[in-house]
């Protein structure tokens, strides 16, 4: 398949990460459908993408016309079969093995044999997606970082079966979407959660024993490391269930005693305090 033939995407999982990415594949020209299991949510990620062109038009790099035409690109629906349609199928569901391994099971069978599958995974081996399907060598990891219409990279994770043709075709894509790809080897938590996850759960163990409060420690990153948000900002930004996923995934995949999620995130995440999407985490938010 070469970039020309991708024409319409799919997305599946309409959350934090879902939404962002439908809107620059929308932006960028693509025929986009979000699917989501609940129709309530697919709602929610449309109200969220508005209002993205709306900060985009309203700092003038984006006219009204554009905005609705890119809107009118994209369709939502809870029907997952409309995947068989697109020629690139990305998961951007929960950070959960077994769910993406059925997800991605019932995509193969449903799909024709050329559809690219891509997960925007967090942390999950590539390797072990791709093996729930048929097509281990158009399976690729497709990782963008939150907020997707502002953050510029893309991690590009190669499975153990991931053909060269598919690589070189979504790093070509990659970069029609404004992005930089970045290669990036199959371990767990790849490079950015490798390194930005530690930091973030160091700040939680520092919170739970008092070394600082919530404020204290996002000023001190903000101000003494030049960090555009402190650590328990980015963990609320993220999601705390998000995070947590991540943590467990490198604590038991590398099985270094270092990655041990802090029990103050684990007891947050059982309480629902999931950051800005459920308006609780370290801090509080009004949606
Ligand atoms: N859509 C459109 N525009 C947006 C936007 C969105 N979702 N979010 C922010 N913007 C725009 C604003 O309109 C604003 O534009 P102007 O400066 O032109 O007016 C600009 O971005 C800056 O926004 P703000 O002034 O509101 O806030 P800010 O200066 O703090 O920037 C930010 C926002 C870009 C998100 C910045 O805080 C930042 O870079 N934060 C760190 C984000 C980060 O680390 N992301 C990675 C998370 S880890 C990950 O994604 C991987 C994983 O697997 C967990
Ligand atoms: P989220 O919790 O905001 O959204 C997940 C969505 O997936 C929900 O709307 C849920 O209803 C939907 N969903 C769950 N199971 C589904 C299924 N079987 N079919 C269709 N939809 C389903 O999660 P998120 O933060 O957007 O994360 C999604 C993926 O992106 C995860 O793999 C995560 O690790 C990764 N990721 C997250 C971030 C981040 O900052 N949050 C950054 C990069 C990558």
Redesign the pocket.
């Known amino acids: 398949m070469n970039l020309q033939d991708i024409k319409k995407v799919t997305v599946i999982g309409s959350g934090t990460m879902g939404n ?1 990415i439908a809107q620059v594949f929308a932006a960028t020209g693509y025929d986009v459908t979000l699917v989501d299991i609940r129709q309530d949510f697919l709602d929610r990620a449309i109200t969220t993408i508005t209002k ?1 062109f709306d ?2 038009v309203k ?1 003038a790099a984006m006219s009204e016309e554009d905005k609705s035409a890119a809107l009118g690109r994209i369709k939502a629906t809870t029907d997952l079969d409309v995947a068989k349609q697109s020629q690139l199928v990305i998961e951007a569901i929960v950070e959960d093995l077994p769910v993406k391994l059925e997800l991605w099971k019932k995509l193969d069978s449903l799909c024709p044999a050329e559809t690219i599958f891509a997960s925007n995974t ?1 942390s999950l081996p590539i390797t072990q997606l791709a093996a729930a399907t048929r097509r281990a060598d158009k399976f690729i990891g497709m ?1 963008f ?3 997707v ?3 510029k990279l893309i991690e590009l994770i190669r499975g153990i079966a991931t053909s060269d043709a598919t690589f070189g075709l979504i790093k070509e894509l990659s970069v029609k979407l404004g992005k930089t790809p970045v290669e990036v080897n199959d371990y767990p938590g790849f490079i ?2 490798r390194i ?1 996850m530690p930091m973030i759960n160091e700040a939680i163990y520092a919170h739970m024993e008092g070394v600082g409060t919530v404020e204290a420690i996002d000023e001190v990153m903000k101000l003494g490391m030049g960090h ?2 402190g650590p328990l900002t ?1 963990a609320d ?2 999601g705390l269930d ?1 995070c947590l996923a ?1 943590l467990e995934v490198m604590h038991e995949g590398l099985g270094d005693p270092k990655y041990r999620p802090c029990p103050l995130l684990r007891k947050m995440v059982q309480a629902g305090y999931l950051g800005r999407k459920t308006g609780r985490g370290f801090y509080t938010y009004q949606s």
Request: no cysteine; charged share 10%.
């Open positions: 962002g993205s900060r985009i700092k967090s990782h970082m939150n907020p219409p502002m953050m950015a959660n930005l555009p948000m980015l930004f993220i998000v991540i």
